[in-house]
Structure formats: C-alpha cells, structure tokens
C-alpha cells in the first residue's frame, strides 16, 4: 500500500500515537491494547486499529501491541527514523522559542541553522543554532539537504521570505505567520495561527452566557 496516500486524518493522528509509545516505552511498558491507546489519545480504540491497519498488520489479536515494534514502524512510516534537517525562518520572540523547543525537546529534528533579516540578530545563537541571514537560505540548505522550513516572520514578510524558501530547494513549509501564503503546485504548507487558536477557544472559556448565531 502507498503510505503517501494515507488521508491526512491520519497522518495528523500518527505523531499523537507516537509521543504516547514514546512516553510508554520510557516506562518500561512493554505491550499496550487499541483500548488502553484510546484512554491515553481520546480516539476510538476502533479508529485506533483502522489508522494501523492502514499500513500493515502491527498488533496481535487478544494481546495487543508491542510499543518498541509499533513505535519502530510509525517512526518509518512519518519517515522520522532518521532525524530531519529543518530550518527555523524568522529569529524573533517566536522563531527563538520554537528553535529551543526543538533543540531541547524534539529528538526527531535537528535545526541547522535560523534565518533573519535583522543586523541585531545575524550572527547571535539560540542554543547552539546560528542565526544566519536570510539570502545564505540556499547554501545551508543545499549543505545540509534541509526538507522543511518553519516560517515565524511577520505577517507583512511572510510572502517573500516563502518565495526565498521555495527558491532554496524546500516544499515543506509549517507557517505560524498569521497570514495565509500562496505556493505552486508541488509545495505543501500546514497553517497554524495561534492568535486564531486561542480566540476560537475562549467561545469554551465564555460557554456558559447564551451564544448567539
């Protein structure tokens, strides 16, 4: 079966199944059952094994799972068994806290270098992450065979530094600029607005006044 045409459902729902086989497994938990998977993501212990079952036979009828064998074969199917170069484009309050998220807290990444505009920034370090600017984009990218770009900039730069990225040999873009960016065919970027997150949850913050539609 072609993992790549897996529905994005599902892909979104593989790394939520993987930080829990990670944490598992860091407890010595050895075996685990769609039902116990269930209690600890909230999804169906049905929806569980379909999403598996997708990409092969991983489980064993009234035993379960296997964490070290199932998490072995998600790490090969998101294609995180080998860790993933990425850039970091945008060093400001954002761009610096998701560069030592990554560094510190994500061992499927490895963040080559950040990218900036700003004289005051270039040449400064988060952790031991460069802050380079923006128009070495290519070389590093080449250097390191980078596949994804994170892209934290202002809204009102988001278009060009995208088109730097794009120009650099990258089609995967996760934007956290709050501004929706436009790519050609071939490039795949994933949208998250914080600002839109947090204001769609404060209709749960205020559910108990009447809501009008």
Do not use: W
Not at 78 to 83: C, E, N, R, V
Request: net charge neutral; proline share 3%.
């Amino acid at each position: 079966m072609n993992h790549k045409k897996a529905p994005k459902s599902v892909v979104r729902r593989l790394p939520v199944y993987l930080r829990i086989l990670d944490n598992l497994i860091r407890n010595d938990v050895e075996i685990i059952s769609s039902k116990e998977l269930s209690d600890e993501t909230g999804f169906t212990a049905e929806q569980i094994r379909k999403d598996l079952a997708f990409f092969g036979a991983f489980g064993t009828r009234g035993t379960g799972y296997n964490t070290n064998f199932l998490r072995d074969k998600i790490l090969k199917i998101i294609g995180l068994d080998d860790q993933t170069n990425i850039v970091v484009v945008g060093a400001g309050h954002l761009g610096t806290a998701l560069t030592r998220y990554n560094v510190t807290k994500n061992p499927y990444v490895n963040v080559v270098a950040a990218f900036d505009t700003d004289s005051a920034v270039v040449g400064e370090k988060i952790l031991d992450v460069e802050v380079v600017h923006i128009s070495e984009m290519k070389k590093i990218v080449d250097k390191y065979a980078v596949k994804v770009a994170v892209l934290t900039v202002p809204s009102e730069q988001a278009q060009t530094a995208v088109q730097t990225i794009i120009d650099s040999g990258i089609n995967v873009i996760f934007n956290f600029a709050p501004t929706k960016i436009h790519v050609p065919e071939g490039v795949y970027v994933h949208n998250a607005d914080l600002s839109i997150e947090l204001q769609s949850l404060i209709y749960y913050a205020t559910a108990e006044k009447e809501k009008i539609f």
